[in-house]
């Protein structure tokens, strides 16, 4: 056999858990090996606070029709750890019509310059939404928006 599976452990997140194989011959001589450990993790990280503009503030107002930026903060996970952010823009909280998911990798803040916010007639678009998203090592995510643009 080179391979074995049970489904009848409950496993607690947080926790690591060691495989062990062992292997005798027919003379009865025997040797173990264990795994490195794997830690479960079945819940989804915690969302934290997103402000719009590039400081550690929240600003009101992002006056340039073309730059959106955002920062972040107090996402977290209590059982394994953050691998990554990314971040989207829309047209409402969660939509990413503006800009696609873009990886920031372990930033927690970002900046697009390169965004056109206004209509033919150069009228500001009104509210844009920035989403960030957040992925831990167990490949689960969770995602907070914020009203990162009220134009004048």
């Known amino acids: 056999?080179?391979?074995?599976?049970?489904?009848?452990?409950?496993?607690?997140?947080?926790?690591?858990?060691?495989?062990?194989?062992?292997?005798?011959?027919?003379?009865?001589?025997?040797?173990?090996?264990?795994?490195?450990?794997?830690?479960?993790?079945?819940?989804?990280?915690?969302?934290?606070?997103?402000?719009?503009?590039?400081?550690?503030?929240?600003?009101?107002?992002?006056?340039?029709?073309?730059?959106?930026?955002?920062?972040?903060?107090?996402?977290?996970?209590?059982?394994?750890?953050?691998v990554k952010y990314t971040w989207c823009v829309g047209m409402a909280p969660g939509q990413c019509d503006l800009q696609e998911h873009v990886s920031v990798g372990l930033n927690t803040r970002a900046l697009n310059t390169e965004l056109q916010l206004s209509d033919a007639n150069g009228n500001a678009i009104g509210r844009v939404y920035v989403t960030v998203t957040e992925y831990n090592a167990a490949g689960l995510t969770v995602s907070q928006s914020v009203n990162t643009r009220a134009l004048r």
């Not at 915690?46 to 903060?73: L, P, T």
């Open 1 to 82: 056999m080179t391979d074995a599976t049970t489904t009848a452990l409950q496993l607690v997140d947080g926790t690591t858990y060691y495989a062990t194989v062992q292997a005798c011959d027919r003379q009865g001589r025997c040797t173990e090996v264990s795994s490195d450990g794997v830690i479960v993790d079945s819940t989804a990280p915690v969302a934290g606070n997103v402000n719009d503009g590039f400081g550690v503030f929240d600003a009101d107002y992002q006056v340039d029709n073309h730059v959106v930026s955002a920062s972040w903060n107090s996402f977290h996970d209590p059982h394994s750890p953050i």
